[in-house]
């Protein structure tokens, strides 16, 4: 049993030929997240993970063994919903209403990449956007408030929306959920707008 407790995110320097000649650890998102894991390499060698808790491996990242040796991590083609759109404003559409829902997405160029999921599927198609179930490797979009971390990737969105709570309070002075400062004007139809604050009988 291999034991490996370090990770060099990519891009990590080492020399390619190195890299070629490692054993390739090739594991679909969900599993990339684990920190503590034991699975089998693509030698036949089987290797216990013990990673920093919050760690999530990126195709290309390299493992360091405790003998030493190296592994290369791939990302495996897992079932994904590839979403297309020659408009790039339903491309953005759909974007928010994934984030939204907090659903880890990949983001690329001209294309976003999500877990399988036909309830996602029907909803992207409503919003005019091509969603085709494909074979994939998929690498989601990092949460967007690292805590100090060593590399920008590692958080999990929890964490990151934590200190980012964390940080929104030490700046407001607020102890509970939320702001007074947003209270904000909503036209219910009868023609006054209607305020948002302690008072008006909406829990928050």
Do not use: W
Not at 22 to 37: C, D, Q, T
Not at 112 to 139: H, I, K, N, S, T
């Amino acid at each position: 049993m291999l034991k490996i407790d370090k990770l060099l995110s990519a891009p990590h320097g080492i020399a390619p030929v190195l890299v070629r000649r490692a054993p390739k650890l090739v594991l679909p998102f969900n599993e990339r997240s684990k920190s503590r894991l034991r699975a089998v390499l693509d030698n036949g060698t089987e290797a216990a993970l013990f990673l920093p808790r919050g760690t999530v491996l990126r195709g290309g990242d390299l493992l360091v063994a405790e003998d030493g040796s190296l592994v290369e991590v791939q990302a495996a083609a897992e079932a994904v919903l590839d979403v297309r759109s020659e408009n790039p404003h339903a491309l953005m559409r759909a974007a928010y209403h994934l984030g939204n829902r907090h659903t880890p997405v990949e983001i690329g160029r001209d294309y976003l990449r999500l877990e399988y999921d036909p309830v996602l599927a029907d909803m992207l198609q409503r919003l005019g956007v091509r969603a085709e179930r494909a074979e994939l490797p998929f690498e989601p979009e990092a949460g967007a408030y690292g805590g100090g971390h060593k590399h920008g990737h590692d958080a999990t969105f929890a964490e990151d929306y934590a200190a980012a709570q964390a940080v929104f309070h030490e700046h407001h002075g607020h102890s509970h959920s939320h702001s007074h400062s947003h209270s904000h004007s909503h036209d219910h139809g009868e023609g006054t707008p209607h305020v948002h604050d302690e008072s008006c009988g909406h829990g928050h």
